[in-house]
């Protein structure tokens, strides 16, 4: 293990090379009747989560698209307005909380934490490196796929909770955009599991492990594997309301969409739970197809570049900065394409994208049987 | 190891954790911030026009359309997901066999592309009609 040689052994974090061996090493601690190991477990990936939102989601997105539109961005909080995010989070906290008089209460309060609690659960079975994931399920890409689309009731419970009509307007949008999406989404990632013919998230990654880097990724394994890619990620876009497919939150006909009325901390939960299920749709894409946290490198002769950077520091590194990659393509898109209108959104993914995952499936299942 | 919970237990302690941030999230805030509400704040925003009457109106009937197509697509995914773990190991017999389940499926969407349950309405393009002025470019040159 390269990168932890030089760590002493009390650091079980750097040094297991089994999974979550730290972990089962805190078991015999408590905290609250829970192991200590466990909620340790679970509180990294929301602290990633927070610090990603901040950092790279809000901070980064908005120096991007200034610097696309030929902009300065964000200046003035701190050198080069590094410090804005923080002021905005402290604005946030100190905004008052309006509850409509006439909205569903229950609703409404409920909407926002449904929402991230949907994407926050998806994390447990997200592998950041060979030695950390939460929990490494038979099932894992098939519960990730399912417990994202909990979104959907968040969305529908803050939208009509709302009683106002962009509310109401932006959740029905969003909610039968997502819905149809979750279709081709789903077969393309089909695809996936009939290549690796395994549904847990860590052997996605061990199947695509190898001394010739990115040429033992699905994408490269295999012709037909393009198609699916490119189906799935188009169609995240749409799971996530980013632009092109952001109909739902449209600003210039729907105000906000689905978060019209919501202000202070439920609007920080709101926009947290947006940039997790982007990260999460980015890592499940570069774990189907893309070798997950596997280094791209090949072993060229005596540089062993594949070698020097494969361990589980170097596995978060290259699972968190594939998903920073297509999180970037996502920016990009945003001022790059104009907004579909809804018949051009349906029609994309009913007439389009669907009998495409389709052929992609056939012709999946005909090259693992026959040419394979 | 008689403590070690099951897979699905790490998934609990994650579905806590997120409440715990969620739940004290609000309560952070609601010991910072101010509460002054009055009757302007508190009603619906509606472009700064007093809203008229609920949001809560029927929904196009064309979203239960898509609903139940999405329902039947995704049971079907479902099925298949099974199927596409083990299928290399099963060979041609299990191939056909999905093939003949999912061609169902394709007739159904076919089914409802020719009956028109996908398309949407499209925005006619409404140009306003000018009444056209037969004498108008002599009455400019004079």
Known sequence: MSTGAFLPNSFPIVMSTSLNAWSDALSEYFLFGLPVGLVILAALPLVFIALYALTYGVYGERKISAFMQDRLGPMEVGKWGILQTLADILKLLQKEDIVNKSADKFLFVIGPGVLFVGSFLAFAVLPFGPAFIGADLNVGLFYAIGIVALEVVGILAAGWGSNNKWALYGAIRSVAQIVSYEIPAAIAILCGVMMAGTLSMQQFNILQQGEYGFLHFFLFQNPIAWLPFLIYFIASLAETNRAPFDIPEAESELVAGYFTEYSGMKFAVIFLAEYASMFMVSAIISIVFLGGWNSPFPNIGPLLLNDWTTGPVWGAFWIIMKGFFFIFIQMWLRWTLPRLRVDQLMHVCWKVLTPFAFVAFVLTAIWEIYVK | ?142
């Open chain 2, 1 to 142: 190891m008689d403590q070690t919970l099951s897979d699905f237990g790490t998934v609990f302690v994650f579905l806590l954790l997120g409440i715990i941030f969620v739940v004290g999230g609000y309560l952070t805030a609601r010991l910072l911030r101010p509460s002054r509400p009055n009757p302007e704040k508190l009603a619906i925003y509606e472009c700064g026009e007093e809203a008229v009457g609920s949001a809560w109106v029927k929904f196009n009937i064309r979203f239960y359309v898509v609903a139940l197509i999405f329902i039947i697509f995704d049971v079907e995914v479902v099925f298949l997901f099974p199927w596409a773990t083990v299928f290399k190991q099963l060979g041609e017999f299990a191939l056909i066999e999905a093939l003949v389940f999912a061609g169902i499926l394709v007739i159904g969407l076919v089914y409802a592309w020719v009956k028109g349950d996908l398309d949407w309405v499209r925005p006619t393009p409404n140009i306003p009609k000018m009444p056209v002025l037969e004498e108008d470019e002599s009455q400019v040159v004079s």
